[in-house]
């Protein structure tokens, strides 16, 4: 180990010891912040953990992830005892605050239970994701479809809603990690023909019915 390294660290914890919570805080995150710049890791934003005060952390409007009460409660008991050991997936949104990509529910145990929250000081621990706005419906639904329970409901109108902003098929498949025949299904259960409005694998919405609706009558 490099000893100026060395020197340079302990004269900065020297320095830290002497400072209040939230000036440490600060600190702590600026000095992460720099270090992740030069890192080899710098393009993994788990190599850049800060730690945001929970009133500027917000939740998204189209998570369809749901979580039963008892898989909470293991959550819950999973933090109290061993801890925040992954940090909760954020965008920042330059204007002070961070809306969520995944960890919505870790991050409601870091609010909802007074100890856990006592403990970490009101504050969450952030990782950050940088992407453009039209992505981060995507980066929501490919953090969350392995876990907890999708609602169809829910998981359809995403759906439809990207392809009302335009999105193709394949577009869809490719950012959600969804099969066709799974995009077609949640486009089906809207029961709206705009959702069909960028469809490229069949010509029209008679078509649809046809192989869908008519195949599934003869059943």
Known sequence: MNKEIIDLTDKIILKM???D????VEALNYVREKLHEVSPFAEEPCDCVLWVKQENIRANEYNPNHVATPEMKLLYESIRLDGYTMPIVTYDLKDGNREIVDGFHRNRIGREHTDIKKRIH???PVSTIDKPDDERIGSTIRH???RGTHG???MSEIVLELSEMGWDDVKICEKLGMDLDEVIRLKQITG???AFMNHEFSKSWEEFERKYYKAEDKK
Do not use: H, T
């Open 122 to 124: 009101g504050y969450l």
């Open 21 to 24: 919570q939230s000036e440490k």
């Open 192 to 194: 709206l023909k705009e």
């Open 17 to 19: 010891d002497q400072m």
């Open 144 to 146: 969350n479809r392995a």
């Open 152 to 154: 169809i409901r829910p």
